[in-house]
């Protein structure tokens, strides 16, 4: 699909906008304080495949820490600040990569200005991240007449960003990165659509506050894919309330749905029913964690295979033998398929083994 061509941006080594690659972010979800635990989930979700991880920081201790992290992350580091501009001094000071502003939460223009200086001098993108539920009056941004009560929700965000996008051209700073996110899936689409037809600064999508999996992995579906779909968006996050790595896993599976991302192991299930005679959901969670080492592999080097797992005889044998590698299971255990052809007949406790030595020696 064609997509919007924004300025790139440079975040620590990953280049954002301007065709480059869509890239996965999240957000850790410890004590920024506690540099063990924040490093332990900033390391996990860098295995998962995450390109850029942000981190909360409000208060002193949790600035005081970021030194530490930011030596010891794997992947570009984002400082969350809200309220006190103070703590986004100390983030840039601390060697992060990016800062995300929330025009919101920061409507002091002097602050904001003392913080895109420094960001300026130290060639730091800012991240002007406006959601939905932190509007209010602080930015200027009031009720009007001009639009419906459709199209009026959309247009406060989109003027929430411009509050802050105005003052930091005020110092001639444009290293700008743009989210407009809402709890609402229709405004939020629409906020992305009316702002990528004005600007050209990379936009970071998602749409926060989504809630629990499976609801908010829904939620999130809908509306990021649709923005995507329209070719809008150069970085995304799928906001859950859940492990940052599953936010990942999301993110980068959703991409990979809409041949956005490319590499990795493409996996192909059935729902189970009253056919199916082996524990399916278990036999599918070990070959997936059996196999990631080579998922991993996979994704670097964008290459990608398809494995069939399939839990009866109606459509097992014809899903298994169309995929690189299949497993069609049936009452006395399974058969093994690779490329097509019948390798293996095998008990359901031999199923995970094997699929993974034949696909581990094919690798």
């Given at each position: 699909m064609d997509r919007n061509q924004t300025r790139i941006i440079k975040v620590?080594?990953?280049l954002i906008g301007g065709g480059n690659p869509i890239s996965v972010q999240t957000m850790t979800k410890s004590s920024t304080a506690d540099v063990e635990q924040t490093i332990y989930q900033i390391e996990q979700a860098a295995d998962y495949g995450c390109d850029i991880i942000r981190v909360a920081v409000p208060d002193v201790d949790a600035a005081e820490s970021l030194k530490d992290i930011v030596k010891k992350s794997p992947i570009p580091l984002v400082a969350d600040i809200h309220f006190n501009?103070?703590?986004a001094i100390?983030?840039?000071e601390s060697g992060v990569q990016k800062i995300r502003l929330n025009p919101g939460n920061l409507k002091d223009k002097d602050a904001v200005k003392t913080v895109a200086e420094?960001?300026?001098?130290?060639?730091?993108?800012?991240r002007i991240g406006v959601n939905g539920g932190s509007i209010g009056n602080t930015c200027n941004v009031t009720r009007s007449d001009e639009f419906s009560e459709k199209e009026r929700y959309s247009n406060e965000i989109i003027k929430a960003a411009e509050y802050h996008i105005n003052l930091l051209k005020e110092i001639d700073f444009e290293n700008i990165i743009v989210s407009l996110k809402s709890s609402d899936i229709t405004s939020t689409i629409d906020a992305n659509v009316l702002f990528s037809k004005k600007y050209d600064f990379p936009l970071h999508i998602g749409l926060t506050e989504a809630g629990c999996p499976p609801t908010g992995l829904i939620k999130s579906t809908i509306a990021i894919s649709e923005i995507l779909k329209l070719g809008i968006g150069d970085t995304v996050r799928v906001s859950l309330t859940a492990d940052p790595a599953e936010e990942v896993v999301a993110g980068i599976e959703m991409l990979k749905s809409l041949?956005?991302?490319?590499?990795?192991?493409n996996y192909i299930s059935c729902p189970t029913c009253g056919r199916c005679d082996v524990e399916l959901m278990s036999v599918i969670g070990n070959i997936k964690k059996g196999l990631f080492p080579l998922h991993k592999k996979l994704e670097k080097e964008q290459k990608e295979i398809t494995i069939a797992i399939m839990g009866c005889e109606v459509n097992g044998p014809g899903e298994a033998a169309n995929a690189d590698y299949g497993v069609a299971c049936g009452k006395n255990g399974a058969i093994i398929f690779s490329h097509g052809e019948k390798k293996n007949k095998v008990t359901e406790k031999e199923i995970t083994r094997k699929l993974i030595e034949i696909i581990s020696y094919s690798w």
């Open positions: 620590g080594n990953v501009y103070r703590l100390m983030a840039l420094l960001a300026k001098k130290l060639n730091v993108p800012i041949k956005l991302r490319f590499g990795g192991i």
